[in-house]
């Protein structure tokens, strides 16, 4: 019966998230039901002292990575750069290989720090004007999209500064930067096969005498005369990189593994403050470098971004909170279940999977899957069994590093689903349904899942990471 109730909880909040509803007002619900109906004495205990607790500690540790990002990349969106990167390359890779254009400029802007859902805003116009002149299917974009900004660039490649490649530092105690030729590997099978995939679906449906299509939205035309300088547009996104891979490595030589702040250095204490620099850093390394990297968009587009400064900024801040909130409902729900008695019913059963990796991967892809969020999934997986992954980690002489890359991997796995915000979002606004394109975006998904236990073989044959 225990293990019923912690299922029913699942399912009732990926119903949720399915139908559209506010994963910040049901996570709440789906994890407080499961209590009452287990305990019901423990509900408001619970609430206070397990559910916002986590919540509260993910808002503390994680919140200033979303709104640094969600403001860069509106600053990025606002001065014209991310369109002067999309005409850059459609120029130098060509209008023939539209697959691999959109592939390359999702992925520079999402590894240069740019939200996925700005991504998707600032790259349609482009993509869209690309595939109608190339009469390519526009059905077929979405997943070009999704190849782009959903899979290497989000938790693969090291040095990522997408929040799936930052939440697991803080439980392994390692960096951004973890298990760099795993990453690297794994980021260029992802690509390779995503591209062969698409161009397979290419040249099937274009044989067939199917056309662009028609757009069922006005599609506002693209000015590409007045645009700045490409490789102006590109530093920001190079120096959120730079400076990530720097401050990884010199915040460690400055503070040392921890650093203490007492009464002498701020009179106003009344208990000192300690802080461990293993389980900050890869998060502080991120958040210098989206300050760096805001600072020079203000500099070097001062002129365009100056008139609708404030009322962009108060539209990333509004989209950060968000963002933020739905996966810390995750994440303090994960918490919940985790002190169920069905949870150890849960907990048990996954153990029956010897190897720590395949176990991890299975775990943090399925609860991703079902909650259609990647950080969400991982989220409530590291804040239920995170100590059991370390545990059979070190029992069997496994890095951290490993772990913390096959992790941020298997939550881009099978997030994707039909209820995922982001493919929700990416069908709207490129005006396709999810029976004209999920195909597709599916077949990425697949793809990237199946990687994720390809890059667990290379690892146990060669030993790198």
């Given at each position: 019966?225990?293990?019923?109730i ?28 499961a209590?009452l109906?287990?305990?019901?004495s423990a ?5 206070s002292g397990?559910?916002?607790?986590k919540?509260?500690g993910?808002?503390?540790?994680y919140?200033p ?20 990167i ?6 130098y ?14 992925g520079?802007l999402?590894?240069g720090?740019?939200?996925l ?6 790259v ?16 077929l974009m979405?997943?070009?999209i999704a190849?782009g ?6 938790d693969?490649?090291p040095?990522?500064?997408q ?11 390692t960096?951004?930067w973890?298990a760099?030729w ?5 980021a260029?099978l ?5 591209l ?9 449906v274009?044989?067939?005498g ?6 069922t939205?006005p ?8 645009l ?21 490595h010199?915040i460690?030589?400055?503070?040392g593994d ?8 701020l ?7 300690t802080?461990?620099i ?5 998060i ?10 805001i ?8 002129k365009?971004?100056?008139d609708?400064f404030a009322e962009g900024t ?11 909130m739905?996966?810390?409902?995750e ?7 985790a002190?169920?008695?069905g ?10 999977v ?6 991890a991967a299975v ?6 899957g079902?909650t259609?969020?990647?950080?969400g999934?991982m ?13 059979a980690?070190?029992?069997?002489h ?5 772990m ?10 099978m997030?994707t ?7 929700i ?6 005006g ?7 195909r597709?975006?599916?077949?990425i998904?697949?793809?990237k ?5 390809m ?11």
């Amino acid at each position: 019966m225990s293990f019923l109730i912690v299922l029913a909880a699942l399912a009732f909040l990926m119903l949720a998230a399915y139908r559209g509803y506010s994963v910040i007002l049901f996570a709440p619900v789906a994890a407080l039901g499961a209590v009452l109906l287990t305990d019901p004495s423990a509900v408001a205990p619970v609430f206070s002292g397990i559910f916002m607790e986590k919540m509260v500690g993910f808002i503390k540790l994680y919140f200033p990575v979303f709104l640094l990002g969600a403001v860069f990349g509106k600053l990025i969106e606002m001065s014209g750069f991310s369109q002067s990167i999309v005409a850059a390359a459609i120029r130098y890779i060509g209008r023939t290989r539209a697959n691999a254009v959109i592939v390359a400029v999702c992925g520079a802007l999402t590894y240069g720090g740019v939200s996925l859902f700005v991504v998707v805003f600032a790259v349609y116009p482009f993509a869209a004007e690309l595939y109608r002149q190339s009469n390519i299917p526009k059905r077929l974009m979405p997943g070009a999209i999704a190849l782009g900004a959903f899979t290497a660039t989000m938790d693969t490649l090291p040095g990522t500064p997408q929040i799936q490649n930052i939440i697991p530092t803080t439980f392994f105690h390692t960096t951004g930067w973890a298990a760099p030729w795993l990453g690297t590997i794994g980021a260029i099978l992802t690509i390779v096969f995503g591209l062969m995939y698409l161009e397979w679906r290419r040249r099937s449906v274009m044989a067939t005498g199917e056309g662009y299509g028609v757009d069922t939205q006005p599609l506002a035309k693209v000015d590409v005369n007045n645009l700045p300088s490409p490789l102006l547009s590109v530093a920001p996104l190079v120096l959120v990189g730079v400076a990530n891979f720097l401050l990884t490595h010199w915040i460690p030589r400055w503070y040392g593994d921890s650093h203490l702040i007492t009464s002498a250095e701020l009179p106003g204490l009344h208990d000192p403050v300690t802080t461990s620099i293993k389980s900050v850093v890869g998060i502080w390394a991120v958040e210098g470098a989206l300050l760096l990297g805001i600072l020079l968009v203000c500099i070097t587009a001062f002129k365009r971004i100056k008139d609708g400064f404030a009322e962009g900024t108060k539209g990333a801040v509004g989209g950060a909170l968000l963002a933020a909130m739905n996966t810390a409902s995750e994440y303090g729900f994960g918490g919940v279940i985790a002190a169920l008695p069905g949870f150890i019913v849960v907990r048990d059963a996954l153990r029956s999977v010897p190897d720590p990796l395949v176990n991890a991967a299975v775990s943090v892809t399925t609860l991703a899957g079902i909650t259609g969020s990647a950080s969400g999934g991982m989220s409530i997986a590291l804040a239920a069994m995170s100590d059991s992954f370390i545990a059979a980690a070190n029992a069997a002489h496994i890095p951290l590093e490993v772990m913390h890359r096959i992790v941020a991997m298997a939550s881009g796995g099978m997030d994707t689903l039909p209820h995922n915000g982001a493919v929700i979002t990416l069908l709207a606004v490129t005006g396709l349904t999810h029976k004209q394109s999920y195909r597709d975006i599916f077949g990425i998904t697949i793809i990237k899942t199946v990687i994720v236990f390809m890059v667990i073989g290379v690892y146990y044959l060669t030993g790198l990471v």
